[in-house]
C-alpha cells in the first residue's frame, strides 16, 4: 500500500538497514513485539568529538552533482572544463575549481548522497534542520547549527552559532533557548559597528561603561525577580551582549584586511569565508557557522557567462574562498579541529541540458564535500552511472544511499554530541528528536569519512 | 494504544509495526511527539487541585470575566496576583490599545485622575488604536505587497480596507463575508488580496491546490480549525494522538469545503509594472465542482485525489449551498456559525492573555472543547473555562460583532488587570491556564521602537510610496521595507519584525538585535541630552535647556520611560553623578532606561 506523494516519499529507511551503532536493545525490542520507534536512544552512540567547530556552506539552489563534485566524460561539458582526476579517485573541473584541485588531499567527496526533496523550501528545510518539512510547525524546529549551539552552549564571549549569506528565512532556534539563536549579519572588512558605542569622541567607551554599570545596578531587582522566563532570558542577552562590546579580541575577529578580501574573493560569499576563519582560530565559543552561497538554480543557459550568476561564477567563487578558508585553517593549524561541509538541498537532472541550456531539480543524486575535522582527505565515496544520475556503488558502510540524516549524524558526532538524543519537555512539555530515526538505527554517521 | 497488527517477518526478526502511519512527511515524528505530550501536559492541567478546600485570595467581581475567572480560581484554591497600580496599569493598557506606552504628559494626566474605564474609552476611542489593532490584523492575514501576486497597490488597498474595518468597527462577521466573496482586479478589490495571498505558482500548480490553501486558511482563522493535515489524507491512523475530532474526518470532508471555492475563475494579467508580478482577475462561474482532474506534469504538493467529485456541504453545521454561488454561500455559513465567533474571541483573548481561553487559538479539537461531548479516557478538556468562553461568544454576538466591544470587555475586567507580580516562591506553571498573573511579554520590534520614540520624544517620520501623508509610528506601516526611512527599517529588522508573509515576529530577544538597540545611533541618538543637527531634538534636551533640577529630571525621565516614580535607590543611583557632566550624565541615565528588562517588556 505504497503511498504516492508528490516531492516526497516515505522517509523510512528500510529496516534491513538498521545497520548503525549497536543494536542491542533494538534488536531485543523487535524481538519482543515492541515497536522500534517507541524505543529511545537503544543504539548506543559514540560521538567521534574529533571536531570542535563546523563550518557549514549551504550551496542554495540545488547544484549540479555533475558540473561540480562528480562530472562525468560528455558532451555536456564545456570545451574549457579541464576535468582531471586526482588521486583517491576524486575528479574535478579544473576550470571551475582551480584551488580545490590543489587541495584534493584534504577534500572527501561523498558522490552517493540522495536527497528526500525536489522543490527547494522543503529541501532547504532538510539540510537545515535535518528533519521533514511541517508547515504548521516550522517555526519551531531549530537550525541544526542552533542544536549543536544548544549542546555546546557558551564557551567564550561569542555565541556559539552564527550565520550568513542567507537570504533571512533560514532556520533559527526554533523552541530551543536563547543561546541558540543565530548571530547573523553581513559581514564587511572594518567589522561590526555594533560592538562599539562611539558617540561620545574620545569618552565613548567611558560613556559607556558607566552607562552599562548604571542600566545594571538599575536593573538588579528585576535580575534577582523575574516576572518570568521570558524576562530571566532578556536578562541574560542583556549581560553577553556586554561581553562583547569594547572587547577588543572580539572586535577584531569580526575585521579582515584588504588583502584577506580581495584573496577570498570580496563577496559576501567570500566575506562570511574569512569571518568562519576568524571565528574558528579565534576559539572565542564559535561552534557552528552557517554560510549560505545562493544562486545555484540554473534551469537555464547555466554556462553562459552573459548571466550575472552562472556555473563559471558560481564555481569560482566557492573555490577561491573555500580554497582560501582551507589553506589558511591548515596554515594555522585549525583544519584538524574544524570541519568543513558543502552540500546543497538536491541534486540536477543528469546528462545533457535540457531544451534551455540548464538542468532541472533531480532527487536520486546529489554530492557533498566534508574537510578536516577528523575527516580523512584524498577520497572519494560512491560511484554512480556515466551521466551520474543513478548511485550504483553507495561505497559506504550503510550500503544505501547517504542522506540528510545521516550527514547531520555525522556532524553531530565529529562535534561530539549523541545524534540519538531528545529532548524532553522542551517546549510546553513537548520532545524534539535530534534526528529521526537515528535512535532505532535507520540512519547514522557516515563513519567511512573518517580517518 | 490500537492497530498492533502488522506482523513483518524480516530477516529473522519478528517486528510489530503499529498500523497507525506515522511517516508523514509534513508531519514528522518529532513534532507529532511534542504534540503528544504536549496533549498530555493538558491533561496535568485538568488533573490539577490544588488544595480545593483553601480560601483563594481573588480581586472583586467586576464583569462576567471575572465571574467565571476567580470562580474557578476560589474552586480550586489558587491565588490572583493583586491588582495593578495605576503605573502598570496605564502603561500596559497603552501598549495594548495603541501600540506604545503613555507620553509623559498621558502618565501624569491619568495618575492626576486614575478613572480607567474612562481611559480605556478614550483609547479605544483613539486613532492610535486603529494603529494598533489593524496592525494585528495585518500580521495574521500576512498579506504582503510584491508577492504571490499582491502588486504595491493591492498591498495598499488591503491595508486600507483593514485600517478602514477597525477605524470605523465595522461588524467582524461582515468584514469576513467581505473577504472571502470579493472579486474582481486584485489591485482594485480591497478585500480580495486574503485569497489571492493563498494562490501560490497558480499557473504551475493545480487549481484544487490553490482551493485546498484558501479553505485551510478560511478554517484556521476564521474557525480556530487547521485543516492542513486532511488535506492530504484521512485523519483516521495519523492523528489518534493529536486530535480526536481530526481523527474522524476524512480528506473528502475536506474537499466538500475546498468544493465551495471550485467555481472560482482567476485570470492572470501581466501588465502590473509597480512589482513585476501579473495580477489576478477573480470571478465566480456558475457552474463546476471539486473534481479529480489534474495536468499530470504538474501535480502540486498533494498526492492524487482519486475520485473527487464534491458538491460542497458545510459539514461543521450541515448546510449545502442554495444557489449557484457558492463562494458566498460559504461566506454565509462560517459567518453565521456559533464557531466563528467562539474562535474570534478566543484569538482577541489568546492576544491580550497570552494563551486562549482555548489554547492555542489555531488548534481547535471540538471533541475536547465543547463539555457536551463525552470524553474518552487519556483526554482531557482543551477548554479551561468552557462557560466563559460561551458568555463572551454571546456578547460578542449580541453586540454586532464588534471587535472593540470584545476589546472592551476584557480590558476593564478585574481579571486582565492583574499584576504580573506573583508573591514571591508561589508561582506554578500550572497556574497560567487559571490566568493567575498576567504574562509579561516581549514588546514587538515596532512596539519598542514606537515606544523609545514616546519616551525620548522622538517620533521617527517615515514615508511610504503609495500612501499619501507621513506616518509617524511603526506599527502604522502597511508592510516589512515599505518606508522611506531606512535607519528605522534596519533597527526594526534587527529587533525581529516580521515579514507580512512567513515570518512572524520574533519575540525572543536575539544578541545581535540587542547589540544593534544599545549601540545603533538611530538609537542612540534619540537618548541623548545635547540636540544634533542630525537627530530630531529629545525629550530630555528640552528639559536640560528648562533647567530643571537633578532629581526632577530624573524623576521626568523615569515617568516618561517607564511610566513611574523611581524608587529611591534607584534616585539615588541615577543622580549620583560621578565625575562628568551634566549633558553626558543624563543621557547615560536616559540610555540605560530605555535598554531596562522592564521597558523591554509589556507586563
Redesign the interface.
Known sequence: LA??????????IP??HFLFGTLGVA?AA??H?????AQSGSVVAKPRNSARSCIFINLAGAPSQLDTFDPKDGPWNPRDADIREHPGGIVLSRKFFPFLSDLTGDLCVLRSVSS?EA?HPRGQFYIQSG???????A???PHIGAVVAYEKQNSGPL?PFFSFGGA??EQ??GFLP?IA?P???SPVPTG??????D??GN?SQ???D???S??Q???AP??T????N??A???A??S??RQ??YNDAVVKVFQFSPQDDSRYGATVLGRSMVTARNLVQAKLGAAFVSITQSGWDLHSQQFNKQQSVNLYSLTNDLDRSLGNLIMDLKASGDLASTLIVVIGEFGRTPGPLNSRDGRDHFRPVMSALMIGGGVQGGRAIGVTDEISGAILEPGWRGDRAIYVQDITATIYSALGIDWTK?I??????????YI??AAEGQYGPVEDVFA | MPHKVLLTLLFGFIAVIPRQDTSCPAYPLSVRTADEAARLADQRYAAFNLEPNAVAVVPPVKNVIDKWIFEKMSADGVDAAPLTNDSEFVRRIYLDLTGRIPTYEEGQTFFNTPNRDQLINDLLASPAYTDQWAHWFLERFQVRAGLNFISVPAGINFYSFIRDFVAKDRPYNSVVRELLTSQGDGDVSPGLPLLVRQISDYFNNPRQDAWDDITDMAATQFLGLRTECISCHDGAHHLEKINLFLTQRKRRELWQLSAFFSRMRVQGVSDDNASYRPRLIVSDATTGLYNSAINPSQPGARPARTGANEEPVYWLTGRQPEGDAWRSEFARFVTEDRQFARASVNYIWAHLFGSGIVDPADGWDFNRTDPSVELPDGWDSQNSHPELLEALTDYFISHNYSVKSIVRLIVTSNTYQLSSRYPAGKWQDVFSRYFARHEASRLTAEQLIDSLATATGTSPLMTVPGLTGVLRATNQLPYPYASTDYSTEYILNSLGRGDYLTRPSISKPSLFGVLDFMNNWAVAIRTRATSDRYAPQSRLSQWMAEGLDDNTLVRRMFLSTLTREPTSDEMKLATDRKSVDRNTWFSGVQWALVQKSDFAFNY
Open positions: 503511498r504516492r506523494h508528490q516531492n516526497c516519499g516515505n522517509h523510512g529496516r534491513r534488536g523487535i524481538l513485539g515492541v515497536p522500534a520507534s528526500w522543490a528533519h521533514s518539512l511541517n508547515p504548521a510547525f517555526q519551531i524546529m555565541p533571512g528565512d533559527r532556534q536563547g539563536t548571530f547573523t549579519f561590526l559597528n555594533n560592538l562599539r558605542h558617540f561620545w569618552q567611558a560613556f559607556f558607566r552607562s552599562y548604571l542600566l545596578s538599575l536593573d528585576l535580575r525577580q523575574p516576572l518570568n521570558d524576562m532570558s532578556y536578562a542577552v542583556l553577553q551582549a562583547l562590546v531528545s524532553d519537555n522542551a517546549l510546553q512539555g513537548r520532545r524534539y528528536i529521526e530515526g
